[in-house]
């Protein structure tokens, strides 16, 4: 599998394990609960993202330099203090449930969980056959 196919079938993963998620925290919890998963899961989403297309970017023609290395990890940092001063803020405020978020912020981990399961099962099965 090619790294635009799995970065595709992981981007929708991470929706759909996002939307099982809140449905469920509607359903079970309440909406102070419900709104830190899907708060945590939209920040976590957009960080996801904006790492994958930072490296896809420093990844060029001529290969990895040392200026690209200092812009990565720039980026990195500065989307790690924002991320954090969001969660502060929500927290602080008492916007969302801090366990709801911790929730929510799992949801990029579940879904490269699943799919590393996905993989596997897939392997395993194509080399019964």
């Given at each position: 599998?090619n790294?635009?196919?799995?970065?595709?079938?992981?981007?929708?993963?991470?929706?759909?394990?996002?939307?099982?998620?809140?449905?469920?925290?509607?359903?079970?919890?309440?909406?102070?609960?419900?709104?830190?998963?899907?708060?945590?899961?939209?920040?976590?989403?957009?960080?996801?993202?904006l790492?994958?297309?930072?490296?896809?970017?420093?990844?060029g023609?001529?290969?990895?330099t040392?200026?690209?290395?200092?812009?990565i990890?720039?980026?990195?940092?500065?989307?790690?203090?924002?991320?954090?001063?969001?969660?502060?803020?929500?927290?602080?405020?008492?916007?969302?449930d801090?366990?709801?978020?911790?929730?929510?912020?799992?949801?990029?981990?579940?879904?490269?969980?699943?799919?590393?399961?996905?993989?596997?099962?897939?392997?395993?099965?194509?080399?019964?056959?």
């Open positions: 599998m790294w635009k196919q799995a970065s595709k079938e992981i981007r929708t993963l991470n929706w759909l394990v996002l939307l099982v998620l809140s449905i469920a925290g509607y359903f079970l919890m309440s909406s102070v609960f419900t709104l830190g998963i899907i708060l945590g899961g939209l920040i976590i989403i957009a960080n996801f993202n790492l994958q297309n930072t490296i896809v970017g420093a990844f023609p001529a290969g990895m040392r200026g690209r290395k200092k812009i990890l720039t980026k990195f940092y500065f989307r790690l203090v924002v991320a954090g001063i969001i969660i502060y803020i929500l927290i602080t405020r008492g916007w969302v801090p366990l709801g978020l911790t929730i929510g912020l799992s949801t990029v981990v579940i879904s490269i969980f699943c799919f590393g399961i996905r993989m596997v099962r897939k392997t395993s099965s194509e080399e019964i056959i």
